[in-house]
């Protein structure tokens, strides 16, 4: 059994996923067959956005995990320098 | 080639940093296991002279359990795991090797699990899994877990292993195997468990999972820091780019 | 073998082609999609980016909601462990 904090969180992404991805595809896959007068073209933004949006978010995205990459990197880099030539790393780890 | 079950003999190696105070406690488990399926076995402990004298007691237990069961092969200093495992190799004198942590976060009761499942089908590899069936963690928060689950799905995804746990490291090895993948693997810490299956994969080897539960008693040891990411990171992708 | 690099960067490049040829129009005559469908085809690397996006999510929230905590293999250690330091001292081991 998971515990009732595992649950949540694993609900919350599962319906993420699963909100994100219906909204997404019925804006850009079914609005293009309905009816530009039609009241649920209401609850979208204009055409152009279904690339904007997402473009951004995947630039954004994959700046913020390069920058991580970068940080963490130089940190260790820094690190190396400052200590003695023949200090230990250590940092023992469990498995993933 | 089918083995004769009666001529088995299982080698455990067991690595050691400071691990005084469980060390008596997992031979105990692991002799008990192996007796009560009266399997043939050798525990070889192999400490990289810890400051805690772990040595003085793997001593202790040579003279309670015996020198053909007990065999020490200390190293002068902290070497690393790829390195204890060949070191380990050297020594052993089973045809069958089992891996796994000195630090009670693998039980030694499913070792007689692995070993029926390795003589159903002959397999070459028998790998602990903690994300099938009955198999799980305990002493994980909920941000461990999820960190647990993403990296596990990335490299699902991005390798195609056709087994669910690449991290892990409780397995049972068939010696000569193990011995040809220790030739092939360049990698380090966790993503050194992941090359072993993924070349095991590649060169033609039977792999079979038992579902194990791991057991996290050490709570400060296992936080997962930026560079242990990014670490990740970059073996998956070697091993993406690579295999 | 090919790599999983090798592989993806075949089945990717295969199906960014078939996209690009679309986007451009350069298609035969026959495949000329309806003013509604030729909307959609600008988004398309998007629609596939977010289903691997949404799916993930969704992989990895149900495997976390069924993860086994494990209690009561924790709670059975500590029983054997009892259990060991007894027979152990009993035996003359000093811890």
Request: with cysteine; net charge positive; hydrophobic share 45%.
């Amino acid at each position: 059994m998971a515990t009732a904090a595992d649950k949540l969180v694993g609900t919350v992404l599962i319906l993420i996923g699963l909100i994100t991805f219906l909204y997404y595809s019925t804006w850009v896959l079914v609005l293009p067959f309905v009816d530009p007068s039609h009241p649920l073209q209401a609850y979208f933004l204009p055409r152009p956005y279904t690339v904007i949006v997402p473009g951004l978010l995947l630039v954004g995205g994959v700046s913020a995990i390069a920058a991580f990459f970068y940080l963490i990197k130089s940190r260790a880099a820094r690190a190396k320098a400052a200590a003695t030539p023949n200090a230990p790393a250590a940092n023992k780890v469990k498995a993933t | 080639m089918a083995t004769n079950a009666a001529a088995d003999k299982y080698s455990v190696l067991l690595p050691t940093y400071n691990e005084r105070e469980n060390l008596p406690l997992i031979v105990w488990l692991l002799v008990r296991a192996f007796e009560a399926h009266k399997f043939n076995y050798e525990i070889i402990i192999i400490d990289d002279n810890s400051p805690d004298q772990t040595i003085e007691v793997a001593k202790q237990l040579q003279s309670l359990y015996g020198e053909h069961h007990i065999v020490l092969r200390p190293r002068p200093g902290k070497l690393g795991l790829g390195t204890a495992y060949i070191h380990g190799i050297k020594h052993a004198t089973g045809n069958f090797i089992i891996i796994m942590d000195a630090d009670m976060s693998h039980h030694p009761k499913f070792i007689p699990q692995f070993i029926a499942k390795q003589r159903e089908k002959d397999y070459d590899i028998v790998s602990g899994t903690r994300y099938m069936g009955d198999g799980g963690a305990f002493g994980w928060d909920v941000s461990r877990k999820l960190i647990s689950r993403t990296a596990n799905y990335l490299a699902q995804t991005l390798l195609r292993p056709n087994a669910s746990d690449l991290t892990g490291s409780f397995r049972l090895y068939k010696k000569e195997v193990l011995a040809r993948l220790m030739e092939e693997c360049v990698s380090k810490g966790y993503v050194f468990q992941m090359e072993m299956i993924v070349r095991a994969r590649l060169l033609g080897f039977t792999l079979a999972e038992v579902p194990i539960s791991f057991v996290d008693r050490v709570y400060g040891e296992s936080k997962l820091g930026g560079m242990e990411v990014v670490t990740y990171a970059e073996g998956l992708m070697y091993l993406f780019a690579n295999t | 073998m090919a790599t999983k690099l090798q592989q993806f960067t075949l089945v990717f490049g295969f199906v960014s082609a078939v996209w690009t040829v679309f986007l451009l129009n350069l298609q035969p005559a026959a495949l000329k999609p309806s003013p509604a469908v030729s909307q959609i085809i600008p988004a398309l690397p998007f629609v596939a980016l977010v289903a691997f996006c949404a799916y993930s999510l969704m992989a990895i929230g149900y495997r976390l909601a069924t993860f086994n905590d494990c209690n009561e293999a924790s709670q059975e250690l500590q029983q054997e462990v009892k259990l060991a330091r007894a027979d152990l001292s009993a035996k003359g081991f000093k811890f």
